[in-house]
Nanobody, 118 residues
């Protein structure tokens, strides 16, 4: 059974930090690119950060460049999102995504709430 389980969300003040984790099971984690998406209330889901299957390549939304860092540990089947200098506009539900192109397979986690507020 495929599972992506996010953790680490919560309430943080502006300027603070959080580290999200996504533990994967039930599929060949090291063969999948991993991403973090987020969806704020009333808005569409957007890509936040992506990391290649081997971890050698990353990509970020312009809005989080220089503040967020995605990483992965293939030995632990886990992907992380370190979020620093958080802003109220970072408030959203954050989702973990696994994607393999050939053949195409995609999985989603259930999401974890991040709220940035004073």
């Amino acid at each position: 059974q495929v599972q992506l389980v996010e953790s680490g969300g919560g309430l943080v003040q502006p300027g603070g930090s959080l580290r999200l984790s996504c533990a994967a099971s039930g599929f060949s984690f090291s063969s999948y690119a991993m991403s973090w998406y987020r969806q704020a209330l009333g808005k569409e889901r957007e890509l936040v950060a992506r990391i290649t299957s081997g971890g050698g390549g990353t990509d970020y939304a312009d809005s989080v460049k220089g503040r967020f860092t995605i990483s992965r540990d293939n030995a632990k089947n886990t992907v992380y999102l370190q979020m620093n200098s958080l802003k109220p506009e970072d408030t959203a539900v954050y989702y973990c995504n696994a994607l393999r192109w050939t053949p195409r397979m995609e999985y989603w986690g259930q999401g974890t709430q991040v709220t940035v507020s004073s």
